[in-house]
């Protein structure tokens, strides 16, 4: 665990409640020490303690809320970082065992194997086939655009052909040609200095043999080298996780734990190598002079596969790491906000249960000063206004700090919503992002396999002289090297299926589907189709994207011979997008009960996380969250299914050229949705609204009379102080078989025993009593001292005669003896009733007499 006292100065919130609270120590210092040189002799030591023993907890628990605020966003994003380029980089191992299979690149080794060169005739062909291959790099690239150089070496290094023409290297002596030569995996990957780019320090490299054939025991002919746009890359997924004005930095490391790349290299350059922090929430660490707060996340891996043991690392300089720049808890209902503050893991207990400590120190505080007050009315000598002032300012101390603490707490309990509705929209950003980028990937894999030499030449044939054995072969060892597919189907000009990968009654039927047509209309190899996402009999009836390309002819007029349909296994594939986008509890874990959606902009449901919402089911939401630009989002706390969840929303914004540049549009919205809170089907009572009360004020020397007021069922009363001797909390009451209603029971004060009744019953309210929040007044009847439960005791004005009006024959209930009119004759305000202790007594003692 950290001691997060030593960070107190870098959090603002926390660093000016201290300040109030240090001042506010000041005045119950002078308030101590004044209370025992007031002639009622009150002692404030007890309080003054009670309080700063609470706002040591209170402190402790706004330190710790802040930082754990602030560091489990930097864990999220620094996890992110790595898992979005791990699973970028799963692809690549994919694509370069595909790549090197290629009967392009197969063919031109061969033909450079079998030719001497020795003619003018055989030297031009050897152009043109390397200036044709180098345009084949090209397709590919311009396709699969996340890499920048296509290189073709033979067994000894000898360079065949490449994309590039910037780099004039003939040979090459990098160990990953003797890796990939003899790999028995199916990709050989490298991150490091390569002679093949003499002028690029480190490159990212996915190298694999090229056979002459898939036999296993072909021989090999060379190796495919296949470089990476690393620095491009994570720049991209940088600007994605990094706000403009946000302090922090991310970087990536190696296992060494040195930076390979930064999303600011001036700030954080590459190279420097930093301690990483895996273990614990966070670490304080100091670079080149200066105090940062870090934090570094491996990769969770994807389908297996985790890379070259790189991770995700953010910093932040200590002065700005507890910056709060979320503000969205503004928008949250009250009653939503209350309820997560009730009843929500969010909040820890210890911090709950502050409100409630400050609030039973300020009951017993203002029943001490009430008391003091009724002290002071019944001593018969001296002048007491320096006491009564006393216990004026120790009530406002009280009060103050109490508002201290509850206002610290408040804006706690919405920065750590806010954060959570900020935290949720990140994640839904993350869900788009991931499906962005995957589906990025099925763009590219339908247009390049329809580039196919094999598929364009037998498509360009007969239907009777096609071999339909050989095209499914193929089609079957694509779909078997890219399992997120369902069906590869591949189909002439008119519609109909030639060969399937999976499924062959679809074989000989023709396809009506608007995909098709669109298809079949394409002339261009850059461009593509992709369906609605609906029900197709592709994909047994279940929604679906089935994205498509046109199959043009080899020969000079490039005319559109077929198309290929990959009918994309959305149901297993979304729902695993959105699993790895919702957030990790404390084990790492999904936060029990999250859950997440695709949506279109009509409420209509693509995917979901679990089975608990279907494809094609309508989501009921408020339209906000389908509504945001590309590349925005929204958040919101809601009631959902009997449930309060944070939701966040995020608009798919396109990923490199993919429905940015590339012509194709389909807006897509994810939701994440975290539990919070259980709605309140019945609400915790709201307490009672209290009124403010103008009382008269006494002038010069005019006669006054000293009243004590208390609050029975939210309604402000009063009586003479003279008529009261204290007030007591915490009291059990001992109940008395067969009494009255009224009469509560018994208490013992001072070595005799007292019946307590209640007014609140008096006055046809409630009669429980609840020792940890009700009042017991002693007062003194003529025919004894008697017990008044009510909620709480207030003030204890002083009311000038004149103010007072006799409320006898005005039809009142007896126990009301007179009431206070206010100076300003306003008569919209309710008046002070005053009550008669000796007609509550008469009550009591009858009740009592009889009950005996």
Same mark, same amino acid.
Not at 249 to 256: G, V, Y
Not at 374 to 386: C, E, M, R
Not at 609 to 619: E, L, M, P, Q
């Given at each position: ?77 620094? &996890? ?100 990939? %030569? ?95 922090? %895996? ?15 870090? &934090? ?21 300089? *200590? ?169 590869? *189907? ?39 189709? *992709? ?46 997008? %959105? ?79 993919? &429905? ?189 007499? &009889?009950?005996?």
């Amino acid at each position: 665990m950290h001691d997060h006292t030593q960070l107190v100065r870098h959090i603002e919130g926390v660093r000016t409640y201290r300040e109030h609270l240090s001042k506010l120590s000041e005045r119950w210092d002078l308030l101590t020490l004044l209370g025992h040189m007031s002639n009622i002799g009150m002692d404030m030591s007890a309080t003054k303690e009670a309080f700063w023993n609470l706002t040591d907890e209170l402190m402790r628990q706004l330190i710790e809320e802040s930082v754990r605020k602030n560091v489990a966003s930097f864990s999220s994003i620094a &996890k992110v970082a790595v898992d979005i380029l791990i699973r970028n980089l799963f692809e690549r191992t994919t694509d370069i065992g595909f790549l090197a299979t290629d009967d392009e690149i197969r063919a031109y080794i061969a033909f450079l194997k079998n030719e001497r060169f020795e003619s003018d005739a055989k030297r031009e062909e050897r152009r043109i086939r390397k200036e044709l291959l180098t345009l084949r790099f090209k397709d590919y690239v311009s396709k699969y655009s996340v890499y920048d150089d296509i290189v073709l070496l033979d067994t000894q290094g000898a360079v065949l052909a490449r994309l590039s023409s910037e780099y004039t290297i003939n040979n090459s002596k990098d160990p990953i040609i003797t890796e990939a %030569l003899h790999t028995g995996a199916e990709y050989v990957e490298a991150y490091r200095y390569s002679d093949l780019f003499p002028q690029t320090p480190k490159s990212l490299l996915y190298a694999y043999k090229v056979k002459a054939s898939s036999d296993d025991d072909a021989p090999v002919l060379g190796v495919l080298c296949l470089r990476f746009r690393f620095e491009d890359e994570m720049r991209g997924i940088f600007e994605n996780l990094k706000k403009s004005g946000d302090a922090f930095e991310i970087t990536l490391l190696d296992e060494q734990g040195c930076v390979i790349a930064s999303s600011d290299p001036y700030h954080i350059p590459v190279g420097v190598c930093v301690s990483m922090e %895996l273990q614990r929430s966070f670490a304080l660490m100091r670079l080149h002079g200066r105090e940062y707060v870090v &934090k570094t996340c491996a990769t969770g891996g994807y389908q297996g596969y985790y890379g070259p043991g790189w991770f995700g690392h953010v910093m932040a300089p *200590v002065e700005y790491a507890f910056e709060s720049q979320s503000t969205q808890a503004l928008t949250v209902e009250p009653q939503i906000l209350r309820a997560l503050t009730l009843s929500s893991t969010l909040f820890p207990k210890a911090l709950a249960t502050i409100p409630k400590q400050a609030e039973k120190i300020q009951h017993e505080l203002n029943t001490t000063v009430w008391n003091g007050n009724v002290k002071i009315a019944n001593t018969k000598s001296g002048d007491n206004t320096f006491s009564k002032s006393l216990l004026h300012e120790i009530s406002l101390t009280g009060s103050a700090t109490k508002e201290i603490f509850e206002s610290s707490i408040a804006e706690l309990n919405a920065t750590v919503v806010g954060s959570l509705l900020e935290n949720v929209r990140f994640q839904a950003a993350l869900a788009i992002d991931i499906m962005d980028r995957n589906l990025y990937e099925r763009a590219n894999d339908c247009r390049w396999w329809a580039l196919t030499t094999y598929f364009r030449s037998q498509l360009a044939l007969e239907p009777q002289a096609r071999d339909v054995e050989a095209i499914s072969a193929i089609l079957s060892h694509i779909n078997a090297l890219y399992t997120v597919y369902a069906n590869l *189907v591949l189909f002439d000009a008119s519609g109909t299926v030639v060969a399937c990968s999976n499924d062959e009654r679809w074989v000989s039927q023709t396809l009506q589907a608007p995909w098709v047509r669109q298809t079949l209309s394409i002339t261009q190899p850059q461009r593509y189709s *992709v369906s609605d996402f609906a029900k197709t009999p592709l994909y047994e009836g279940r929604h679906t994207y089935i994205y498509c390309a046109p199959v043009l002819s080899l020969d000079a007029q490039k005319s559109t011979v077929g198309g290929i349909a990959i009918v994309f296994d959305a149901e297993p594939q979304f729902s695993a997008m %959105l699993r790895d986008a919702l957030p990790a509890g404390s084990e790492g874990k999904s936060v029990e009960g999250s859950f997440g959606l695709f949506c279109d902009r009509s409420r209509n449901v693509i995917a979901c996380s679990d089975a608990r919402v279907r494809s094609g089911d309508v989501i009921a939401l408020d339209e906000r969250f389908f509504t945001p630009q590309s590349g925005s989002g929204h958040s919101a706390a809601v009631a959902y299914e009997g449930q309060y969840y944070v939701v966040g929303s995020a608009s798919c914004h396109g990923y490199r050229e993919y &429905k940015t540049s590339d012509g194709y549009r389909n807006d897509v919205i994810a939701l994440i949705f975290i539990p919070v809170a259980k709605v309140l089907t019945h609400e915790a009572p709201i307490a009672a609204i209290q009124r403010e009360y103008a009382y008269p004020r006494a002038q010069n020397d005019e006669e006054a009379v000293d009243i004590s007021t208390f609050y029975i069922n939210g309604k402000l009363y009063g009586m003479n102080s003279r008529d009261i001797v204290c007030s007591l909390t915490n009291q059990e009451i001992t109940k008395i078989l067969g009494s009255s209603d009224i009469y509560l029971g018994i208490v013992s004060f001072e070595g005799r025993t007292l019946p307590v009744v209640s007014l609140r019953k008096l006055i046809n309210g409630s009669e429980g009593y609840d020792p940890a929040s009700d009042t017991i007044i002693v007062a003194q009847s003529t025919r004894g001292r008697l017990g008044l439960v009510v909620d709480r005791v207030f003030d204890s004005p002083s009311i000038p005669k004149r103010s007072i009006e006799s409320s006898a024959g005005m039809g009142l209930k007896l126990i009301t003896t007179a009431i206070v009119k206010p100076d300003n004759g306003d008569t919209r305000k309710e008046l002070l009733s005053l009550l008669d202790v000796e007609a509550i007594a008469d009550r009591v003692f009858k009740v009592h007499e &009889k009950s005996a």
